[in-house]
């Protein structure tokens, strides 16, 4: 199963991940208030927007970017060259030190899927509302750098087609 990745319809890309947000009860609100914000869509052999990367709230000067991700329900989209791409894109193109990004601290799945890519876990209490706990996922340059896949894969190294971001 190819998967394509779009660049350059960023606002396109936002909307779909801030609506499946509140589809998923992660959000109560739509939509992402950083006008800078960049996206990467993940688009399946039938040319369907699948899932969305945002990054937004970019800090050049202390080299942070923070990251939201969601996909449809039940597709494949999270491969080694998704990986690739949506870590090649803070760290190599943007030269960040810092990706965070933040769930619910209900979402063990995705909680599981932050630590095996090397994230730091810190939860904040009452951070999704009066009863819910969120986390807040931290992966510096060099941890991402380390973990099992960027070196299984040499996600690190520059590839000419991540320029396009």
Request: aromatic letters at 10%; hydrophobic letters at 40%; one cysteine or more.
């Amino acid at each position: 199963m190819p998967l394509r990745y779009i660049f350059g319809q960023d606002e396109l890309i936002a909307n779909f991940v801030a609506r499946m947000k509140v589809a998923s009860g992660h959000s109560r609100r739509a939509g992402f208030t950083d006008t800078n914000l960049r996206a990467i869509g993940i688009v399946n052999e039938d040319n369907e927007l699948i899932a969305g990367i945002v990054y937004f709230n970019f800090n050049p000067e202390a080299g942070t970017i923070e990251m939201s991700v969601e996909a449809l329900p039940r597709t494949r989209w999270l491969t080694r060259e998704t990986l690739a791409v949506m870590f090649r894109y803070p760290f190599l193109h943007c030269n960040c030190q810092m990706l965070m990004t933040r769930t619910a601290a209900k979402s063990t799945h995705v909680l599981r899927m932050l630590a095996a890519m090397n994230f730091t876990l810190i939860t904040i209490p009452r951070s999704g509302g009066r009863t819910e706990d969120g986390v807040l996922g931290l992966l510096t340059y060099e941890d991402w750098v380390n973990g099992k896949f960027c070196r299984r894969y040499n996600h690190q190294v520059h590839v000419q087609a991540d320029e396009a971001a």
